[in-house]
């Protein structure tokens, strides 16, 4: 996983409350494998109508905001099914922050383990961010993680709060399978053991 420490780009506003993981990507990608050209699922309906093509008010469809890699959205970003690929078409789009009042809880999970950092900060406080991407498009923001800080469109610099065990594998760029692995000697010594100790447990 890749590390994430701090993330100065461009940002794009979404002011869409309740984007739930059937809009980041609809259910009938999921059986897409994971690869190049995976972006092309992430907000499909919302960025392309029946016939394939671009939705010109879409906000990703617009020039200043193709490039974004910091999303700013609205209340419960990330709700409905708990799709792990939801997570994996924004991180195949570029975003590797996201910016929201509230996120769904299990979304929120799905982007430590993908090396993405969700950033819940106070409701008026967003919405003054989504509001100043839109009035200055193309404009960067900074997701800084060691100093737990968002620095905003107008360079207002705002603190947000992380777990300490998320925030030390994410700078490590680590997730839950390469802790585990990173314990393998541990892991089996304790099995070496236990196969002495306690034998009636092993088959």
């Known amino acids: 996983m ?9 940002a794009a506003p979404l002011d869409l409350p309740n984007v739930d993981t059937d ?10 494998p994971r690869g190049p050209g995976y972006e092309r699922y992430c907000f499909h309906d919302m960025r392309f109508d029946a016939g394939g093509a671009e939705r010109p008010d879409f906000v990703l469809n617009q020039a200043p905001y193709r490039a974004a890699r910091i999303l700013v959205a609205a209340e419960n970003f990330g709700c409905g099914s708990s799709r792990e690929h939801a997570v994996w078409a924004l991180h195949a789009w570029g975003f590797r922050a996201f910016v929201a009042p509230s996120f769904g809880d299990i979304f929120f999970g799905n982007c430590g383990q993908n090396g993405a950092l969700p950033v819940v900060l106070p ?27 968002v620095t905003g469109p107008d360079g207002a610099r705002h603190p947000f709060s992380v777990d300490p065990f998320r925030k030390e594998c994410l700078l490590r760029g680590q997730d839950e399978i390469a802790l585990t692995l990173g314990h393998g000697e541990a ?4 099995e070496a053991r236990a ?3 306690m034998p009636w447990l092993l088959p």
């Open 2 to 10: 890749e590390a994430f420490i701090r993330l100065e780009a461009g």
């Open 23 to 32: 809009r980041i990507i609809p259910a009938r990608f999921l059986h897409k």
């Open 123 to 149: 409701p008026e406080v967003v919405a003054g961010m989504r509001r100043q991407l839109h009035e200055r498009p193309g404009a960067t923001m900074v997701v800084d993680l060691p100093s737990q800080t």
């Open 187 to 190: 892991i089996a010594a304790f």
């Open 195 to 197: 196969g002495v100790e």
